[in-house]
């Protein structure tokens, strides 16, 4: 049974850092590409950070490239996403999700966690 739980949400103010974690099981870690993905309230799924199975090969959106970083621990099956800089349209909840190739459209995730809420305000 595949498992993916987020964790390392909450209340940050402007120009604040969280890091996020995402521990999976159920499934061989190592065989998957992994992801962050967020929604804002009454908004579309959208994608944030992508990382390939090795750890090599990053991607980013645009709106958080240079104050996102996507790493991933193979050993301790966890993924991560450090959010420094952060602004008040950041406010979402972020999902990790798994995907057998690289991409970036939600429809192409094959599995997902239940998310965990930030929330960017002075």
């Known amino acids: 049974q595949v498992q993916l739980v987020e964790s390392g949400g909450g209340l940050v103010q402007p120009g604040g850092s969280l890091r996020l974690s995402c521990p999976a099981s159920g499934f061989t870690f190592t065989m998957y590409a992994m992801a962050w993905f967020r929604q804002a309230p009454g908004k579309e799924r959208d994608f944030v950070a992508l990382?390939?199975?090795?750890?090599?090969?990053?991607y980013y959106a645009d709106a958080v490239k240079g104050r996102f970083t996507i790493s991933r621990d193979n050993a301790k099956n966890t993924l991560y996403l450090q959010m420094d800089s952060l602004k008040p349209e950041d406010t979402a909840v972020y999902y990790c999700?798994?995907?057998?190739?690289?991409?970036?459209?939600?429809?192409?995730?094959?599995?997902w966690g239940k998310g965990t809420l930030v929330t960017v305000s002075s």
């Open positions: 990382i390939d199975r090795s750890g090599d090969d990053t």
């Open positions: 999700a798994t995907t057998i190739g690289m991409w970036s459209r939600a429809r192409d995730m094959k599995d």
